[in-house]
């Protein structure tokens, strides 16, 4: 009887919801692409973690198998990072971490340290420093790295990702000396006066030293996707998008969504052409694991950064005049690249953050859309800089500004310094894009800047840093609404990866991915929103942080019967 | 109710079983690991594709939700073929095909009859080129090639893929003229009496010319293994060694498993260890797909081939006595290489054909098993020619002998002449391994030769080819019995490839992958065994070949009730 009842039912329905869960008693909160916010009192989700009902407030609840009691709290949609490196930010977390040093001193004993700890080590390896923060000046040099460790090389990424720092010994390795020329695409920074290697390596020219590091183990590897994402889902961050997958990353990925270990979604987009393929083969693949992973498209870089002077600027940097930055593809390159992937509809990703790298991304979308139409979705990544006479360029085909709203905080200074006055009006300039019909996805750039976005939603309407520097906020004309920044980080962050109707709202048909606070974002002011206590982070109707117990399936649900 | 009744049934079990079905009334054959049969009358197997229970004769048959009527055909195990390549058996399917060409003449006018159907191709690729069996005793030569075509460059691999025969033109675009030395691992054929290239170059002198071809597109690797499935499962293959699989290939394969494409199932074998660690990372993947894709290890080549006289023998080749073959790894480089794999669980398969690569193998596996003990299933594939003092030594540490039985017959003439008389002893000795207690798996090598198991299967228990010759069988006494065969072909080459017990043999637990025969090979002489027909192909408890309808889930079944 049973089993007659089974079958039927398995033929009516080829994978039947066999239990379905009600998240019940919350002061839920929902924003589409616009911004416009709904609110409701409770979710239905069943065993794939589908939404199946939202219930409004004084709707009946219905019967279910399990209810989750939210009592009262708080509930807004996972949040997506709409451009990060996951598996950076993962060897980042298992290496020398400069990012929270204040002053030269503070890292050189932070550095001698972390030597000591590891003797074994032949290289010390680390990131994060940022001759800004600690007010230098001027980039750090060998001798002051070879003060803290000399007996072995050191090699140390700046907080960009653009630059690198190494001691003599480091130098000596590679073989850099006055001899040697500039790699093209970089710049080996150089002694005041003279021709000897200073000790930071730009752009292009950190190969010279990477290239000799090894690389990490597959163990560490999984490690550092495990770090990852236990720090993005404390940080209520659901999903990711993967700035610049190598093959190797996507293994790692695939290995965690093969042995169940994937929690996180991540919309991938490959580091080049030949991995693009590899993976993708003839397009971007499937949704892979419930919808956890999928290769996007292709990651390019037409620029550096501005802190290391490498974004490809129109006239020459206000602190070094003779210093546009770094074209890092020509005209015919770029267009080749994004044509290659655009011909078998792989999304197209372009690092783009001086004001001609932009202009230049916005010519080539405008040339190939003749030729590449439908539902492109083109994204430029940072868009840091722009000409104010490109803004209204940018909505015609589509594209998508994806930018980071703490860069803003962290740089500007720097921004003023590197860029004059002149040029601040186009720069993180995210009202006017909004204004000039843009969409507009949020990320946190990890491990450049940390993965928390309830940081950015607060710079994102506040235009201060954590301080409440400066007072008033940096050209507070740029800053956005409570909504447009949630929906930048939910709604529009999903749209921009193709994964609107799969997650990124609290909607009937898409993954219950959501976060339970302690208090309402839309409510509260940017210290608020900083202090909030992200209680609970659920993907896929799974609790994957936060609670009494640690996740796993079906803990904490209550059987209501 | 309904509901409740479920929701009791999941609890208990999270992946219940929703409809069996009952293969009933059939002639059920099954082998174990050292050739017993046991025969059925009917198969059970739930949703996910396993058997759940194994009927005898007499047996009441249970109530099930389907029954497909066996109409008491003879029922096999799904044939295993422990040592294929199936990305270039796909390939091969796409591009010219010389495998069953008997002259020069003959592949000339197939060659030119090829490039006038394809003007538009730059250059003209293919395979399957025997001089042994176009009875040319010398191998064929550019100018030879430049009378079927010689506007454009040819390229055309030879049937045991260690040697490549090119026109003139493929030479020019490659720069190989007289003044070409040798490449490390290779050979470069001259002219007589001369310094002048002859078109054909062996082993690694291939790469010079290889390197030029552009590679396939990713959706021609998509189509390659549709055609390679295609033809598997029609012949009755339901699994594969994979030996020598390339990332672009591992891709392929997840591409056709993340869309539901993957029909066979692949134990993949990296070829190289960067492959090996891209894709398993710390160790061997998980099985995927309902176990129809693992990569268990690495494929190394320690020699070449037999007919291009790379096989590395201990004594020179009686048809060549300056010549002794090509050591392709060195002891150190192999004992390296073995190391890296072994270190990390991975499975080590290594090409030996000659006596003296059998010897090396054996002595590095004699020392290997020191460091790395337990449960490792060493594979030596090929071992082709085997000093006889060696036999004795190969079951010491469970090592297998991946073994090809149509190569005998392909080979016998040619190996005759290549080894003399004195050697033949320790060649193809499928018994000898045996009676030495050496595990034995069979496979093609496809697609050096055709992927048909049953073939495969009349030569072991013949020793003679298609034709009954030579009459009576080359060397008889190395012939296996059909149950042996039959084993090498299921439950050995399951074991061979870490699969006993999830498929190979037609017992509860494992998968439902079995054959619906015209005949039983058990008691049919060779003849009659070449004859059979595959009626059905069943992979995990789905037909992918046969019957009346195009392979579907669920088609065919027919509801008892």
């Known amino acids: 009887m049973i089993r007659r009842t089974l079958l039927a039912l398995a033929l009516l329905a080829p994978a039947p919801a066999l239990a379905d869960t009600l998240l019940d008693n919350v002061d839920g909160i929902s924003v589409d692409r616009e911004g416009r916010v709904t609110r409701f009192r409770g979710l239905v989700f069943d065993d794939n973690g589908r939404i199946t009902r939202v219930l409004k407030s004084g709707e009946k609840a219905p019967k279910v198998d399990y209810r989750e009691d939210g009592r009262g709290r708080v509930v807004i949609p996972g949040l997506i990072d709409a451009h990060a490196h996951v598996m950076s930010l993962g060897i980042s977390l298992l290496t020398l971490d400069l990012s929270n040093t204040r002053t030269l001193a503070e890292a050189q004993a932070k550095i001698a340290a972390y030597a000591a700890e590891h003797p074994d080590r032949p290289w010390i390896i680390g990131r994060g420093w940022n001759q800004e923060t600690w007010g230098l ?10 003060a803290a460790v000399a007996d072995r090389p050191v090699w140390l990424e700046r907080v960009d990702g653009h630059a690198g720092w190494a001691n003599s010994a480091a130098l000596r390795e590679a073989n850099i000396t006055a001899k040697t020329a500039d790699p093209s695409g970089g710049r080996i920074e150089r002694l005041p006066g003279g021709k000897t290697p200073a000790g930071v390596l730009v752009d292009g020219a950190t190969t010279l030293i990477d290239s000799l590091i090894p690389p990490p183990r597959p163990e560490d590897r999984d490690l550092a996707l495990v770090k990852a994402q236990e720090l993005l889902v404390g940080n209520g961050v659901t999903a990711v998008a993967d700035m610049g997958t190598s093959a190797e990353d996507w293994m790692t990925f695939r290995r965690a969504g093969d042995e169940g270990r994937l ?255 302690d208090r309402d974002p839309l409510l509260s002011n940017p210290d608020e929103i900083r202090a909030t206590r992200i209680l609970q982070t659920w993907i896929g109707g799974m609790r994957v942080f936060g609670g009494d117990a640690p996740a796993r399936e079906d803990e904490g649900r209550k059987i209501t019967r």
Chains 1, 2 share one sequence.
């Open 137 to 146: 000046g001027r980039f750090p040099t060998a001798a002051e790295l070879d």
């Open 263 to 517: 929690r996180i979604r991540i919309m991938s987009y490959a580091s080049d052409v030949p991995t693009m393929q590899l993976i993708g083969g003839p397009g971007p693949t499937v949704w892979l694991y419930d919808d956890r992973l999928r290769m996007n498209g292709i990651k390019l870089y037409l620029d550096g950064a501005l802190g290391s002077r490498g974004a490809w600027l129109k006239a020459p940097y206000a602190d070094d005049p003779g210093n546009t930055g770094l074209q890092l593809l020509n005209g015919t390159q770029l267009r080749n690249l994004m044509s290659r992937a655009a011909i078998d509809n792989f999304q197209v990703a372009v690092h783009a953050i001086g004001n001609a790298a932009n202009s230049e991304v916005l010519d080539a979308i405008d040339e190939l859309s003749d030729t590449y139409g439908g539902d492109r979705r083109w994204r430029i990544e940072h868009a840091q800089v722009v000409d104010p006479a490109d803004f209204a360029r940018i909505a015609i085909h589509g594209t998508i500004a994806s930018m980071q709203p703490v860069h803003q905080t962290s740089d500007r200074l720097m921004a003023e310094a590197r860029l004059g006055p002149d040029r601040l009006a186009g720069a993180y300039a995210w009202r006017t894009m909004q204004d000039n019909g843009v969409s507009l996805a949020f990320g946190s750039d990890a491990p450049v800047e940390a993965p928390v976005p309830l940081e950015g939603i607060a710079v994102a309407i506040s235009r201060t840093d954590a301080d409440g520097e400066p007072f008033g906020g940096w050209r507070p004309q740029e800053a956005v609404t409570r909504e447009t920044a949630l929906a930048a980080y939910t709604a529009e962050a999903a749209y921009a990866g193709f994964a609107d109707g799969r997650f990124g709202r609290l909607e009937v048909g898409e993954r219950a991915d959501f976060l339970v606070l």
